[in-house]
Structures are given as C-alpha cells and as structure tokens.
C-alpha cells in the first residue's frame, strides 16, 4: 500500500497538473477570429460569383462581332464599262420596270418559247428549264435592248449548293403581250464570266450568229487487255 501525503497542493501545480483547462481557455479565445475569416472568404466566393454572372450575361448579350475578311478576299470594285459598249442599250428605270412589268404577265400566261440556243447552252452549261423560269421570275432586267426587241435578265441559279450567276436573252414580239400569235422567245441563255456587267449589242449579235447550237461529244471505245498497248482513239459519237 502507498501512502497519501496530506498537503495542499499550491495553485501552480494545478496548473501545471491540469494542461487541458488552460488549452481550452486559449482555444476559446481564438475561436472567433477563425469564424470571421472564414465568413468573409465565403462572402469574396459569392461576390466572385456573382461578378462571373454579370459578366456571362453581358457577353451573350454583346452583339458578334463581324469578322475580318482579309485582304485578298475583299471584294474589288467593277470597272465601269466604255461607252461603246452600252450605245443602243437602254438602262433607265423607266424602261426596266416596264420590262419587267411585261416580262412576268408573259411567264404568268405561259407565252413563252425556250429556243434551241437557250436549249444547248443548258445542256453545256448544267442549268435546266426552272433555272430560266426562276431568273425571269426572280431576276431584274439590266437591259434593254431597243432596236431588236430584246431584254437582258440578271439572276442565278443553284448548282450542287453554289449559287452560280446566270444570264437570259429574251425577245418580245410586237404590239402587245398576251394576244394571238404574241409569244416571248427565250433566245439564249448562259453563265456570264463577268456577271455584273451588261452584255453589249454588237456582243450579243456575234454570239447568236457564231456560237454553235450542237453540243458535241465523245466516247471511248473499249480498251485492250492489262500490259497490251491500246490502240484504239477518241471517236465521235453518231
């Protein structure tokens, strides 16, 4: 058995005996200062938060900027045309609208006539006969042609989903559209190498007078046997 000494035990050594107090008073202490800092570091979260909205919002409603097309890309101005060019052609607004105006009562009414020229060009050309239809329906007319009766109609068609520009030459008869025997004749039409440009007269003669109104093609005859030399040659076809 051991024996228990019966003096007081001084302040000090209760202290010092008893560490878990003096830690728990000092813990208390600093308590609040930890919870203050780690409100405020939720409070900068949502104030970050909330400016990251702000500025998803005001990007969306930014309008897209239009991009920069370089240099090479941009389109160049169309040279004006000689004079020579447009003697005896007709632009005026005047003459246009009412082209125009006679143009579609003649496709409405069905008093129109494609000609074997309109015809061969579409066949060489890959446009079919609701391309014209549509140019002349959706087209303007950028010329007139008085002394042969003649419209020049400006539009374009689709192509394998490239809208190519397409010209059409038509010819109206005499005295008034829509009575016997008054039919708009749909002479040529083509795919234009310089679209904005209008078609002089004296040009536009040599075309219907020289260019040809067949279309040619070849075919091949059947080759020889793999390693033996070909001899047969591109024919024309009957």
């Known amino acids: 058995m051991t024996k228990q000494s019966s003096r007081p035990v001084s302040p000090q050594r209760s202290q010092r005996a008893r560490p878990d107090r003096v830690d728990a008073h000092r813990v208390g202490s600093s308590a609040p200062s930890t919870t203050a800092k780690e409100l405020q570091g939720g409070t900068d979260l949502l104030v ?6 702000r500025a998803e919002k005001a990007a969306r409603r930014a309008p ?15 040279k004006p045309q000689r004079e020579v060019d447009l003697a005896g052609v007709a632009t005026d607004d005047f003459s246009l609208a009412r082209a125009h105006a006679r143009l579609r ?19 060489a050309e890959g446009f079919l ?19 042969d009766r003649r419209w020049l109609v400006c539009g374009y068609f689709e192509a394998c989903g490239v809208a190519l520009p397409l010209h059409v030459v038509v010819q109206h008869p005499y005295g008034r559209i829509g009575s016997e025997n008054s039919v708009l004749d ?12 209008i078609i002089s007269r004296a ?3 040599v075309m219907l007078r020289y260019d040809d109104e067949q279309i040619r093609s070849r075919t091949a ?7 033996h030399r070909s001899k047969g040659k591109w024919k024309r076809s009957a």
């Open 203 to 205: 040009r536009l003669a």
């Open 105 to 123: 009562d003649a496709v409405y009414e069905g008093q129109y006539h494609v000609c074997a020229h309109a015809i061969g060009h579409a066949r």
């Open 186 to 197: 749909i002479v040529t039409a083509f795919v234009p190498k310089h679209p904005h440009h």
């Open 64 to 78: 897209t900027p239009i991009p920069v097309r370089s240099a090479q890309l941009s389109a160049k101005p169309v």
């Open 48 to 53: 970050l938060r909330a400016q990251l909205a």
């Open 221 to 227: 005859q059947l080759g020889n046997r793999a390693g």
């Open 129 to 147: 006969e609701h391309d014209i239809m549509q140019v002349l329906l959706a087209g303007r007319v950028r010329a007139v042609y008085p002394e």
